[in-house]
């Protein structure tokens, strides 16, 4: 029998430190961090560190243990450590409780046979010296691979339709790609992916998907619930004395500075919510030079308060679509979405009996061997989270080629054509075309501008996978 191992998933400010601890004192376990900002040591309130006591004496890993000046660990080592810490609790017969709110750490641990993608339709446009000498030689036998995509398409069309389906009219570089594959194997690219597909799937039939017995939780709670809860929680944790922590942080910064040092300060805690808003406030609070009045320093100290409310909400919001969207998918491919159990802390008052106690009972049944119920049947929020998520995650994609001729942008896929629509980077582009041609100055909107999104509408269509997340 595979050893157990408890993995819990959830935004920030949803209780998960709280409910790992809580399984853990039930049930003889020891925590491993998961928390990207959280191994920073000395930071226990920017980065919502449980207090000593909150512990309750279960050993933690991978909790507080970098310095400020080391980055921020990548998955591939977060992942080597993890595991050896996991093999070390099993060996000692106690159960280990992986938790955090670093989606990427979690499900680099979880699906490490990631699906090698040999469709050409997710991979890059790079093309290496080698692969251009090849194309050449190619080109010399195969004329027609010099030729235009339209005549190229049309030659796919009639020994591969379902891979000329696929391809936008323009994208001269995947049709050529299918063409090729045709010309040099004497079968179709559509024939060999599916058998590609098949293996894999066979492969996957045939080996168990994961080395441990895995009970995995989503703590989930609703967005206007969590916001307000959010919120508060910042007030709270700038009385308890946020700003002597961001303080410490500033001034290891200037010391780095003075020394000459390059810091990257796009990453690691840098970044960290909590600091970055508050760096005009200490630097008005620390300048020599000038005196700001104090009613001064109060309106920068309440706007960092305020940028700290935002970007905790919006920071809690990509991780809840981390979730929603790329766990589950991956969850769904390697049939784990049974042993997937969304718990609700929407509501505070109810953390006992909906958090504490169904998990709790969840993990009794798990480790003795018993039945479990549907994850779908937890709750009502369970039912209409995952309803929601796995259908979207079903929905079969309908194939267009549309160019937005504003943008210079081909879709592909008709739901991230409709949803390009929609964004803010298209509307802004096409409010500018229209001022440009009605021959107004475009002052304060210029073509190509990065357009600041913290609800980030385009993450589907544009950049959502290999996304690395900030912490
Ligand atoms: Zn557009």
């Known amino acids: 029998m595979a050893d157990p191992l408890v993995v819990i998933y959830g935004s920030t400010g949803t209780g998960k430190s709280d409910l790992a601890v809580e399984l853990a004192t039930r049930f003889n376990g020891e925590i491993i961090n998961a928390d990207a900002m959280q191994m920073y040591r000395g930071l226990p309130i920017i980065t919502n560190q449980l207090t000593p006591e909150e512990q309750r004496g279960i050993p933690h890993y991978l909790l507080g243990n970098i310095g400020l000046d080391e ?37 680099g641990l979880l699906f490490d046979e990631k699906l090698v993608e040999s469709d050409p339709a997710t991979t890059d ?54 063409l090729e594959i045709y010309l040099t194997t004497g079968r179709r690219a559509s024939d060999i992916y599916a058998e590609q597909r ?9 080996q168990p998907p994961s080395p441990w017995n895995l009970l995995l939780f989503w703590l989930y709670a609703k967005p206007d619930m969590l916001n307000e809860r959010l919120d508060k929680r910042v007030d709270k944790m700038v009385a308890n004395g946020l700003l002597d922590e961001t303080s410490s942080v500033y001034d290891y910064l200037q010391r780095r500075l003075a ?3 390059t810091v990257d300060r796009t990453k690691g805690i840098w970044q960290s919510i909590g600091f970055r808003q508050f760096e005009s406030y200490l630097s008005a609070v620390k300048s020599t030079e000038t005196d700001t009045p104090q009613a001064a320093l109060e309106k920068l100290k309440q706007q960092g308060i305020e940028d700290t409310k935002t970007a905790t909400r919006q920071y809690a919001k990509y991780q809840i679509r981390w979730i929603a969207r790329k766990t589950i ?8 979405l049974s042993n997937f159990y969304l718990l609700d802390s929407s509501n505070i008052s109810h953390w006992h009996s909906e958090v504490a106690e ?28 995952l309803a929601e998520q796995l259908e979207r995650s079903n929905r079969p994609e309908t194939i267009c080629n549309k160019t937005c001729e504003v943008c210079e942008k081909e879709f592909r896929i008709e739901e991230q054509w409709q949803k390009h629509l929609k964004s803010k980077k298209h509307q802004k582009a096409v409010k500018w075309a229209k001022r440009q041609a009605e021959g107004w100055p475009t002052r304060g909107v210029a073509k190509g501008d990065k357009v600041e999104e913290g609800t980030n509408d385009d993450v589907d269509a544009d950049d959502a996978d290999g996304q690395v997340p900030k912490p």
């Not at 060996?91 to 670093?102: A, D, E, F, M, N």
């Not at 998918?329 to 784990?336: H, K, R, T, V």
């Not at 049944?365 to 779908?376: G, N, Y």
Request: aromatic fraction near 4%; glycine fraction near 4%; hydrophobic fraction near 35%.
């Open 125 to 178: 446009g790079s093309e290496t010296a080698a692969a251009k000498a090849t194309r050449d030689e190619l080109a010399s036998q195969h004329p027609i691979l010099r030729e235009s995509a339209e005549v190229m398409l049309a030659k796919l069309q009639e020994v591969d339709p379902a891979m000329a389906e696929r391809w936008h009219p323009k994208d001269i570089r995947k049709i050529r790609n299918s």
């Open 198 to 206: 098949a293996r894999k799937e066979a492969k996957r039939a045939e």
């Open 71 to 107: 980055e921020p660990w990548s998955v591939t080592s977060w992942k080597r450590e993890a595991t050896k810490i996991i093999s070390d609790i099993r060996s000692r017969g106690k159960l280990p409780i992986v938790v955090g709110g670093t989606s990427y750490y979690l499900d």
């Open 259 to 261: 020394a000459g040092d």
């Open 358 to 385: 169904k998990g709790s009972s969840l993990l009794a049944k798990h480790l003795a061997h018993q039945p479990l119920p549907r994850p779908e049947d937890l709750s009502d929020t369970a039912r209409e989270v």
């Open 329 to 336: 998918a991956a969850l769904q491919e390697e049939n784990l």
